[in-house]
Nanobody, 121 residues
Framework: QVQLVESGGGLVQGGGSLRLSCAASGSIFSIDAMGWYRQAPGKQRELVAGITSGGSTNYADSVKGRFTISRANAKNTVYLQMNSLKPEDTAAYYC???????????????WGQGTQVTVSS
């Protein structure tokens, strides 16, 4: 079994900062790309930021220059530092990771349970 557990969401005023964490645990052989998605009410889930196993990153245009994704491979953890938050960043944030489990021969997408980020104006 593989699990992704997120933490760090909450309520913050516009202009503030939050840091999300997502730790993968269980029978993990290897982790490839990791990323953060978000879904606001009535909208589709969208990619916020991604990071490869080698550390290459990509961001949605709406968060470039404000959000930073990073990972600690030794801890199987990915982070999302969110600065200069805006009310339009309000959403449920989900962690995603492509993981090969010990008993598997291929990568599988795993998702966290989601953490709510609410930015007040």
């Amino acid at each position: 079994q593989v699990q992704l557990v997120e933490s760090g969401g909450g309520l913050v005023q516009g202009g503030g900062s939050l840091r999300l964490s997502c730790a993968a645990s269980g029978s993990i052989f290897s982790i490839d790309a990791m990323g953060w998605y978000r879904q606001a009410p009535g909208k589709q889930r969208e990619l916020v930021a991604g990071i490869t196993s080698g550390g290459s990153t990509n961001y949605a245009d709406s968060v470039k220059g404000r959000f930073t994704i990073s990972r600690a491979n030794a801890k199987n953890t990915v982070y999302l530092q969110m600065n200069s938050l805006k009310p339009e960043d309000t959403a449920a944030y989900y962690c995603n990771a492509r993981i090969r489990a010990i008993t598997a021969t291929a990568l599988t997408d795993y998702w966290g349970q989601g953490t709510q980020v609410t930015v007040s104006s």
